[in-house]
């Protein structure tokens, strides 16, 4: 990959999410944003707070990937992270 040239989502991408997601109860997608540095992410959440994130087609593939899922989805710009996502983090960081 060029410098300054974003990468889109493979189907690679694509598949982690789908085999993640089977793999776990309770996951809910949060989208976020295109920005200058990166194209629009996806980010399961599982029951547990464990998460993962990948690059998406855009908001309507993320959509899209959500239904087929049979997932909650979220835009994280307007309602944030779930708290449980956050205190997996902090455990993670503190094992």
Excluded: C, F
Aim: proline content about 4%.
């Amino acid at each position: 990959q060029r410098p300054g040239v974003l990468r889109s989502a493979t189907s690679t991408d694509t598949g982690h999410l789908e085999r993640w997601a089977a793999e776990r109860r309770g996951v809910e997608a949060y989208v976020e944003p295109k920005t200058t540095v990166t194209e629009t992410t996806i980010v399961l959440v599982a029951h547990d707070g464990e998460w993962t994130r990948r690059r998406i087609d855009g908001t309507e593939g993320a959509k899209r990937l959500a239904k087929k899922l049979e997932i909650p989805i979220y835009d994280a710009g307007i309602v944030g992270y779930p708290k449980r996502m956050r205190e997996y983090s902090r455990r993670k960081n503190q094992a």
